[in-house]
């Protein structure tokens, strides 16, 4: 630690908060900051949002370096509890860090649990035939260092939105992600991020030390003008759900991706990660930025959703340098992913009483969104959701509705654990498990939530 000695501050100490006088933070290092702004975040003494004084503000209180304020900060972002950079100011993103408010995900009885985004279980293809095929294939037991089975590999090239030079497949959607997102940056990187996204997946992010760069995902996809902006922060990556965005249900159109492609008029190239979590029971088609750029996308199609969480298998498709260092990643942590899951999902991808199931789950899940959102529009609640398997509602107030939801037996997602930056207040309610006959009264609840004043 530097300490600053001579004049003791060129700042006005009304811009220093009280609870960051020297006077009351006895260990000045940066594990010590970290620590003492944590405690008080956590304690409610600095609120969420709440902008911290500047880095050099603070080091001439402490009369420490900047360097050193400045690595207490880089450890809380590391944490997830702080967001921002620069002349916007750095602020508190979550007192409980990394899980940003992912609420207690139990079971709780007695109650209409629509927190998470669940398939329905009666609507997945049929497991069994798969696996017995699967364990019959030669070589089983033998050590195995392959990217991807060849068959899976011609099975899942038909539907890809382009052509891919090669594949490899992950143990899961949020396991393909990571693995691409640590083979091409290091902590402190920038990466565009939708929002609203998927609060596990920000979270991800967070972790491997990357610094959001939110940009706006509605209707047509991807905000243009918010992404050239983000753009001047030159970005390691830029992460988007192109079709069944989860939480809006929004979709990237043909017309969006050309518009997003030409952005990059530069030399500074982002690595596209589109994020395809529901794959074939989303009814919009995959209009893929890799059809401009295809050097520079990564497809990630998740079959989680869609052919059963069991099988914890997602494909990545993309330049040949990218998926080798992504699958790199996965031999050094996982060795490789199940051949026994991954035959099994070749067979379901070539049976055609498996694409029948695909094809009931997708017009039952589109039925029962529809049917919510025509039913709470109808009642003066401004749902636009239009494809996936949940709804994304803008309300009030996000608290005072949850808890109003909470007190009538259903239970919903806070929309700010959404958002890598500030947000309208929305609650996510899921719909995938919900029978028809259901929605009308949960309707007319969203509705009286989502008036619920602040």
Not at 390 to 408: H, I, K, S, Y
């Amino acid at each position: 630690m530097t300490e600053i000695t001579g004049i003791r501050s060129l700042v006005p100490t009304s811009r220093i908060p009280s609870w960051a006088r020297a006077s009351d933070m006895p260990d000045v290092s940066a594990r010590g900051i970290a620590s003492h702004v944590a405690s008080l975040v956590r304690d409610g003494a600095i609120r969420e949002g709440e902008v911290l004084p500047p880095v050099r503000a603070l080091a001439q209180e402490l009369r420490v370096s900047p360097a050193t304020v400045s690595a207490a900060w880089g450890l809380l972002k590391k944490r997830g509890m702080l967001i921002g950079t620069g002349k916007a100011g750095v602020r508190i993103a979550s007192a409980t860090g990394l899980v940003r408010g992912l609420e207690m995900y139990a079971t709780v009885p007695g109650v209409n649990d629509l927190r998470l985004v669940y398939p329905d279980v009666d609507l997945l293809p049929r497991l069994d035939q798969a696996l017995i095929g699967a364990a019959r294939q030669p070589n089983l037991n033998e050590y195995y260092d392959s990217a991807i089975l060849p068959g899976l590999a011609e099975a899942v090239e038909p539907s890809w939105p382009v052509p891919a030079d090669v594949f490899a497949v992950a143990n899961g959607g949020v396991d393909a992600v990571w693995s691409v997102l640590r083979s091409v940056s290091v902590p402190g990187d920038r990466i565009i991020v939708e929002s609203p996204t998927q609060p596990q997946l920000l979270t991800l992010m967070l972790d491997l030390g990357l610094t959001p760069l939110p940009v706006p995902f509605g209707d047509g996809g991807l905000d243009v003008e918010a992404f050239q902006q983000a753009l001047k922060s030159r970005p390691v990556a830029v992460f988007f759900q192109p079709r069944a965005q989860l939480p809006t249900g929004s979709s990237m159109s043909a017309e969006r991706v050309d518009q997003i492609a030409s952005c990059l008029r530069g030399p500074h190239r982002p690595l596209f990660i589109e994020y395809d979590d529901l794959g074939a029971i989303a009814r919009t088609e995959h209009h893929s930025i890799a059809d401009r750029l295809p050097g520079h996308t990564v497809v990630i199609r998740s079959y989680e959703k869609s052919y059963g969480p069991d099988l914890r298998l997602a494909v990545m498709g993309g330049p040949e340098p990218i998926i080798r260092n992504a699958h790199a990643q996965i031999r050094l942590t996982r060795q490789w992913t199940s051949r026994i899951l991954q035959s099994a999902l070749e067979w379901m991808l070539r049976d055609e009483g498996s694409t029948a199931s695909i094809t009931r789950a997708r017009d039952a899940y589109a039925a029962r969104l529809d049917v919510l959102v025509t039913l709470a529009q109808a009642r003066g609640v401004d749902v636009r959701s239009r494809d996936g398997l949940c709804a994304w509602v803008p309300v009030q107030d996000e608290a005072g509705a949850a808890e109003f939801l909470t007190g009538r037996g259903v239970l919903v997602l806070r929309g700010a654990s959404s958002f890598p930056g500030a947000g309208d207040p929305h609650i996510r309610v899921a719909v995938s498990r919900l029978p028809l006959d259901a929605m009308a009264g949960l309707a007319e609840l969203i509705a009286d939530a989502a008036r619920v004043a602040p």
